[in-house]
């Protein structure tokens, strides 16, 4: 085979194809397969390509091994294959083609003598009129976290924070680390916003009450929002974690920290064990000696003062440069103490468990939201939630501060496939230690689209006809949404005993040897989860949809991006 005959042979299949209408772009070595076309080699073949598309009679985008996609003839090409490569028969037999398709569309009529007349000719241009629209300059602010609530946020939300004060209220050891996960632009900054504007107008609520208000029935929290990615180097991210923390404190706090700070400080009780030795040394000479009768009570106590100042920086500093019989004596007599050798992130540490002691005073909780992650490389995003957990491993932050992050976690679970070798099982596992409850934000369909576009045109006015509702669920998914039931018996309460049930007859049909007691408290969290955000707007779950949802928990399977509230699904289990 010859790069000419190939050549034709293509130009010809890819004529026919536009003949036939086959409009659409195909694979190179899928159209040589379908067509039988045969060539000697690859790079026979990208060769022939290449020269079709330099001589401007395909177009075609190729790939690294030499294979593409072609789009389709050109112009030029169309017109090199009818004037070079067809035969006059060939052109005969498409001009009857041609006009059996005109007939078959009705564009063309045979009368009684079957002479060809256009009884019926081409459809008017004005039978289809173009619509024509007149810009006017229209300019308006752009808008973002200052769009009204869609998709019925604001009971997601109240969900979220529902399960967020329990999980304050559980004695559990884990590491109180909460994830939001969803893909970049599809609302967590602005979902975590709204969360934190619910609880700090309970705790305003609570504030206004007259004097004597009884004590609130839920929990406070101080919220503060942490960009993580701005440090992304370990011990730069503990250090900027404690300067948020301390800048989100009021100026009373500043100044509890401020005194606590000088006096746990060694140079405070220095200079004050010099002033009350001076007033004491002062008196007792005055009262039983007569050195200082010419000389005033101020001046005498301001030189013994100094003299006994200097005497205790002298010994200090014998003390931390000591002649060679001292340091003798220390070596062998104290202890080694390693404290200072554990750094930066040491000393940091320390100071976080001080600062949130004093945040934290009236059993309130810092909550930490951190944000923007999925800004970072791969690499760097899984080192800044390991970071943040080891922040929690310390008991004294873990019972004052939850940290929420706010990520896609396609991003992060292949963050985590890079260090475990594409282990998926692993990847879960390990996010499931890192995570002690976790939740999505759902794809969106057509119907929560329009209501978005809507609200952030402000559109409110009777010339549109469909009106603008909240939305919780994606009302365009549609497997599954039609089932058969008994009309008289009403739908079973998912209470615990239920769920006990519901969760024990998927045990007898999993895999048990890969179900742990970790993943099984999972597993029960994430159906509570779905079962409150369900119970929102009055729904009623199937034992199918529950039933996938057990099964994404445990295998992480996909989920049919059409079945109905599967969007419930991918809230109560992301990942």
């Known amino acids: 085979m010859t790069i000419k005959e190939l050549k034709n042979n293509i130009l010809s299949t890819l004529y026919r194809r536009f003949k036939d209408n086959l409009i659409g772009a195909i694979q190179l070595t899928e159209l040589c397969k379908e067509n039988g076309l045969i060539y000697d080699s690859m790079s026979q ?25 072609i789009m389709g003839l050109t112009a030029d090409g169309i017109e090199y294959v009818e004037e070079n490569i067809l035969t006059q028969e060939d052109l005969i037999v498409d001009g009857l083609n041609d006009t059996s398709k005109m007939v078959e569309n009705g564009h063309l009529k045979f009368d009684d003598g079957e002479d060809i007349s256009l009884s019926e000719k081409v459809s008017s241009p004005f039978d289809n009129p173009i619509k024509v629209y007149a810009p006017k300059e229209n300019i308006k602010t752009i808008k973002d976290l200052d769009v009204e609530p869609c998709f019925s946020v604001n009971e997601i939300a109240d969900s979220f924070i529902s399960q967020l004060d329990k999980i304050v209220e559980s004695q559990s050891e884990n590491i109180p680390m909460i994830g939001v996960f969803a893909p ?9 916003n709204l969360v934190f504007e619910q609880l700090n107008n309970r705790n305003k609520k609570w504030y206004q009450k007259p004097l004597f208000r009884p004590k609130p029935t839920y929990k406070k929290y101080k919220t503060i929002k942490f960009n993580a990615w701005k440090y992304q180097d370990t011990p730069a991210i503990w250090a900027y974690l404690y300067e948020t923390i301390y800048k989100s404190a009021s100026r009373t706090q500043k100044l509890l920290l401020f005194l606590k700070k000088l006096i746990w400080s060694r140079n405070f009780w220095i200079v004050a064990l010099s002033i009350v030795l001076s007033w004491v040394i002062g008196f007792l000479f005055k009262t039983y000696t007569s050195w200082f009768n010419n000389i005033s009570d101020l001046t005498a106590l301001g030189g013994i003062g100094t003299f006994i100042t200097l005497a205790i920086s002298f010994a200090v500093t014998i003390k931390d440069n000591p002649v060679s019989a001292l340091r003798i004596i220390n070596k062998y007599s104290e202890r080694k103490s390693y404290i200072e050798c554990l750094g930066i992130q040491n000393a940091i540490e320390s100071d976080i468990e001080d600062l949130l002691k004093i945040l934290s005073r009236g059993k309130k909780r810092v909550l930490l939201c951190v944000d923007d992650i999925d800004r970072c490389s791969n690499e760097k995003m899984v080192n800044i939630v390991d ?6 491993e310390n008991d004294i ?16 679970m292949h963050g985590y496939e890079l260090l475990y070798a594409n282990d998926n099982s692993g990847v879960r596992e390990q996010i499931d230690k890192v995570f002690i409850f976790s939740m999505g934000l759902a794809s969106l ?8 576009l809507r609200k952030m045109m402000s559109i409110n006015n009777i010339e549109i ?14 497997t599954g949404a039609l089932y058969a039931t008994d009309p008289n018996v009403e739908p079973t309460s998912l209470s615990d005993n239920e769920i006990y049930y519901i969760i024990s007859k998927y045990i007898d049909r999993a895999d048990s040897t890969h179900i742990t007691p ?6 029960y969290y994430q159906l509570l989860f779905a079962n409150n955000l369900a119970s929102k707007r009055g729904l009623v779950l199937t034992d199918g ?13 996909d989920v049919d991006s059409d079945q109905a509230l599967g969007d419930i699904i991918e809230m109560a289990v992301p990942y």
């Open 184 to 192: 970049w632009g599809r609302g967590k900054s602005y979902f975590l």
């Open 45 to 69: 073949l990208s060769s022939a390509a290449q020269s079709l598309k330099d001589s401007g009679f395909i177009n075609i985008t190729f790939f690294t091994d030499g294979d593409g996609i």
């Open 397 to 412: 932050i873990r019972e004052r501060l939850i940290v929420i992050c706010s990520i896609d976690i396609k991003k992060l």
């Open 387 to 392: 970071s943040l957990r080891t922040v929690l």
């Open 545 to 557: 949809l529950i039933n996938i949802l057990l099964s994404k928990s445990l295998t992480g399977s």
């Open 518 to 523: 970790r993943k099984l408290r999972i597993m």
């Open 465 to 478: 006809s469909e009106p603008i509702e909240e939305t919780l669920f994606n009302i365009n998914r549609q």
């Open 445 to 452: 369909g057509q119907s929560q689209l329009k209501e978005y």
